[in-house]
């Protein structure tokens, strides 16, 4: 993983500073794949003034440090960065959008392991699950609430329990 510091002309006389990622890392609320994080910081395009060089030599150095700073965060393999409002987002549609975008590529059986994890995901937390949640913590209660968890089948008549197959499988998807 490699970052750059970049600038990008934004008119008016003034460019962008951003940060570029490759090859892409996943963005935080689309969790499309993405090559940019804007930083916010601004230098003039053909500064004139002492003030204007100055102002665009501390800018630069202070986008180099944050480049610096990403660069090292990647290697540890913290992305916390990147996830500052991502632990506010609403974990169950993001999980059934996944949902429906495996319909599309999966098998049957796989599409159904799918859509019953989410079903015992939403089950499980009682149809409120924030991105911050899903811990480590929350993986083990998962993984110990499937092994005792029924089926959610509406089809049957009585919920019989998950066998240890699909409890597993269910983990795993």
């Known amino acids: 993983m490699k970052v750059t510091l970049r600038e990008k002309p934004i008119g008016s006389g003034r460019k962008s500073l951003y940060l570029d990622f490759y090859p892409p890392i996943s963005h935080p609320e689309t969790g499309k794949p993405t090559h ?80 019953s994890v989410y079903q015992h995901l939403e089950h499980f937390s009682g149809g409120k699950l924030l991105a911050g949640d899903v811990t480590e913590d929350f993986y083990k209660q998962f993984r110990q609430y499937l092994t005792t968890a029924k089926t959610l089948n509406t089809n049957r008549t009585v919920n019989t329990a998950l066998s240890h197959n699909s409890a597993a499988g269910y983990f795993t998807v």
């Not at 480049?67 to 993001?94: E, M, P, V, W």
């Open 36 to 115: 940019r994080e804007f930083l916010g910081l601004y230098v003039y395009d053909k500064p004139r003034l002492d003030l204007e060089r100055r102002h665009n030599k501390e800018t630069c150095l202070l986008g180099e440090n944050i480049c610096a700073k990403r660069q090292l965060s990647i290697q540890s393999g913290h992305y916390g960065f990147l996830k500052k409002t991502a632990t506010n987002l609403d974990f169950l549609a993001l999980f059934k959008t996944q949902v429906q975008q495996e319909k599309q590529k999966r098998s049957l059986g796989s599409r159904n392991n799918w859509m």
